[in-house]
């Protein structure tokens, strides 16, 4: 079984400027995730953008529908921003059936020692690997449906409608 | 959806004894390696033993079977060291039916820097959640019927029979 | 030999905000890195502000100042962000004789992964104990007097003048 | 001014072996620790022997402290395990004079997140640039002449004789 791995940035990659003190996009470190994790699912991974998901254009949320239906996978992670995660998640399911498609994200950069990063990780290809065809969030060590999630920006967490 | 966990030691819990330089069992952290991960997937905790899978005896995977059968949880995560894990997950097999069950585990401690367990942990909670009634292992990111996994000792990897 | 320290806030001790996703200052984290260090000097730890040091008054420097003057230990660290800890030094040896003053921070917050806080704190505490009486900086394993140093806001460094 | 650091194991250096769960040397982690904590100190290292202090010898001791006594510089760091660290300073001890070498190590080995080794590195190369021509061991963010010095084994600490 073969998962495809999309990024677009988010929480998860940011990464803290020392000369400035801001946080900043690099490079994606999924690539050292799924290797810290021992991961031996044959994956690629392919960054289409790397933007916090406040900042996703319409554009954007298209160009992430567009490869995930054109990608040759039909089990997909796509890790995003939490903020619009949700919204991002309704795009891709007006544009992709037949597939599996999971949303990650962290709430605390991976860079930082106390990330949930590795645990989202490990959760969303668990169920890239085992939820019928959909799109889904993954976070919280949970699965939603995208048409019945939502973000609880006052906890942190995200809850069924 | 409750999951169950069950702790039995193996390299997870494993802790850097400072003042002989050997290593050894404390307490679990899977409370805190859930809570990092942020999950809010309701969960009970118990932990069944602190041992080094390589000196589990039969009749501590009795206790182990046992502990699944008898639990009114269907959803059951039992982290374990991953040198007899495949054995543990066969005597489970044999004395449950009509749960899922599993195993996981790590190659490197939990307290080191640069441990796949929280990984790990993402995986086998998504997995118990969503594979149908059966024990399972989950290592490397995958999942592997009972039946069907063995431990690759060069590699320190899982693989199928 | 006794230590006294003074924490102002600075990048040391900055914390991600994981629902807003901007740094902020909760409490400092001086006595678990003092104590990750295993550090048996005998030392007392006092928060007198916790500030970015671009948003330091001349107020506040003063009451750094009036604070050193005021601790009844020779030997002293003060925790202060990297931006205008040259200054706030100047400010100090106005006020100060008699006494060992080193002022240190970090480029990168303790609860990153990747700090050089811990560092910076074992050759702060190290030169308190080993200079002469004056007002210095410790930054990069080096120590420079108060009046020929400053920050190579380009590299990220300090130097002399 | 130039230090040069002289490696000799210790727990300092230990890796965790994930295929047979013992601690074992593969090559020093000092570069990265002095690059971590962005050090722009002058500084050689040579790695003289990758060993368990209650493994060495009196022929390596002997190595140590000639090494110490030929190196151009006069400031030297000696990383080493506790164990018997005392007694390699008393050998150089004999062996060197008119130059100032602080032998340091840790309690957990830096692969470990809790370690306590960049904060007795940064103390040690502190001392080494500050303390007058003499042998000293630094640990706990102290430092002791060589002849007052041991290490509390029940404690896992240093303390004067």
Redesign the interface.
């Known amino acids: 079984m073969s998962v495809r791995f999309f990024v677009t940035g988010g ?1 998860f990659d ?1 990464e ?1 400027n ?2 400035n ?1 801001e ?1 900043y996009f690099k490079q994606t470190h999924l690539p050292e ?2 290797s ?6 044959e994956a690629e991974v392919t960054t289409l953008m790397m933007v ?1 998901s406040l900042q996703m254009t319409d554009d954007q949320r298209d160009l992430v529908a567009r490869a995930c239906r054109e990608a040759s996978e039909d089990r997909i992670v796509v890790t995003h921003g939490t903020d619009t995660m949700a919204e991002t998640a309704r795009v891709i399911a007006q544009g992709v059936s037949e597939k599996t498609v999971v949303l990650t994200g962290a ?3 991976w ?4 990330s ?1 990063g ?10 890239a ?3 019928p065809p959909g799109v889904y969030l ?6 939603f449906p995208w048409n019945n999630v939502r973000k609880n ?2 906890k ?3 809850e069924t409608l």
């Not at 993954?138 to 699965?143: A, T, V």
């Open positions: 929480t940011k803290y020392e000369l003190g946080l995730m799924l810290l994790g021992r991961s031996r699912v916090d709430m605390i950069p860079k930082f020692g106390s949930d590795l645990f989202n990780l490990g959760s969303a290809l668990a169920f690997q085992t939820l993954s976070m919280n060590g949970r699965w920006k006052i942190g967490e995200f």
